[in-house]
């Protein structure tokens, strides 16, 4: 079944015509066709839309070459995490999945929390030390970037805190990767490691963070690329 139309404008259809019009376009029981490219996709909102936002999490492994690494500790019940003290690191990295949307930023997230019922202010810094390279030798892996982010501690005893940043930027930095290189199938390695702990206690406790997820964010088309491999938009 095809949408069916009028060539002069202003000639009405009949009202048959219109219900399988609204039937077609309700079920589009042949499914949708979209267009290929990366700027094309579904956008959320109706005031100002926009491209929405999907989370990744990073793979994470304890690197057995550092000097420090996380402890597995008891969190809650009979449920162990990561627990880091300062300069503990692991290894995580992530693949950009093929929604991205290409010359967006995109966000470091940590989630993280403490056991403690001691603590009463302070906060955690976090460090990231990423290298980014294009899929298909598109390009080899970069110099690496040294990106913080610091959060205030909650005083409550393991509430889960979100902290996030922008770890990309147009033309990238010394803190920050290159946006402008960041694509779809490009692999992001990670050197991930508790830069500071400042958390403050009533007492003379000094209690680690727990470390439940790394995550990245990044802005989504919803729809995937057209190619497996490149040139990723050619029909």
Known sequence: MTIVTRADKGTPLTHTEMDANFIELDTIPSGKVFPSGNALGVKIGTTTPEFGWRTVPGVGFVDPTAPIGPTIET????IAEFNFAENAAMIAR???PHDYVEGTDIYAIVNWS?????VIGGSVTFG??????????GNPFTSP?????????STGQRILMHSESAVSTPGGS???LDTDEIESDAILITRFYLDSNDLITSDASTPNPFVH???LAYQSRVLPKRNRIPPFWDE
Do not use: C
Not at 128 to 137: G, R
């Open 75 to 78: 969190y809650i019940g009979n």
């Open 94 to 96: 992530v693949q950009m």
């Open 114 to 118: 403490h056991n403690s019922d001691k």
């Open 128 to 137: 990231f030390e990423i290298s980014l390279a294009k899929s298909f030798e």
């Open 145 to 153: 970037i040294l990106h913080s982010l610091a959060q205030n501690a």
């Open 174 to 176: 010394v803190t920050q």
């Open 213 to 215: 997820t790394v995550n």
